[in-house]
């Protein structure tokens, strides 16, 4: 069993698909080991993002991760990384297969759904980063 670290972004919540994408969660067989609503700032954003600070789309990015509510997420199963990577489809909604959640509600390169690590090493940079342990059940 691996862990993941996931988030429902401000433009999917906001937009309402909140339930839709974790009926999806469930339905491909994880377990949501943590989940909480949170309302970041600017800096928490920044924060988090720390790794794509050089990027010329990071203020872009870090504004629109504080511009609203998320829910953050440990996911478990096999394979939890990739399999949730999979499940998401690529950065780019414009690009990413059918069935997948960014196709289903990602609208942008930028506002794109949802998040999810994309290593073993990041994962526990993430899941750290929003959880203790004792909020993993
Ligand atoms: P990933 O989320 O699929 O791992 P990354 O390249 O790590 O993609 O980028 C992190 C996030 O930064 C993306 O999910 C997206 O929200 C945002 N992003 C990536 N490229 C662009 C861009 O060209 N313009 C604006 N935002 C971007």
């Known amino acids: 069993m ?9 433009d999917a919540f906001a937009a309402g698909h909140a339930g839709q994408i974790l009926s999806r969660i469930y339905s491909e067989g994880f377990k949501i080991v943590g989940l ?15 790794v794509h600070s050089a990027r010329p789309f990071f203020g872009e990015l ?15 199963a096999e394979n939890a990384i990739s399999k949730w990577r999979d499940l998401m489809g690529a950065t780019n909604p414009a690009d ?3 069935g997948t959640l960014r196709k289903e509600f ?3 390169i930028g506002e794109n759904a949802t998040h999810g690590s994309d290593a073993p090493e990041t994962a526990a940079f993430e899941l750290g980063y929003f959880f203790n342990g004792l909020e993993l059940l």
């Open 62 to 76: 870090t504004d629109f991760m504080s511009s609203g509510p998320c829910v953050v997420m440990a996911l478990e």
């Open 96 to 98: 990413a297969a059918e």
């Open 36 to 50: 909480k609503k949170l309302y970041l700032s600017k800096v928490e954003a920044e924060g988090f993002y720390a």
């Open 106 to 108: 990602g609208t942008s």
């Open 2 to 10: 691996e862990r993941t670290f996931a988030i429902i972004k401000p």
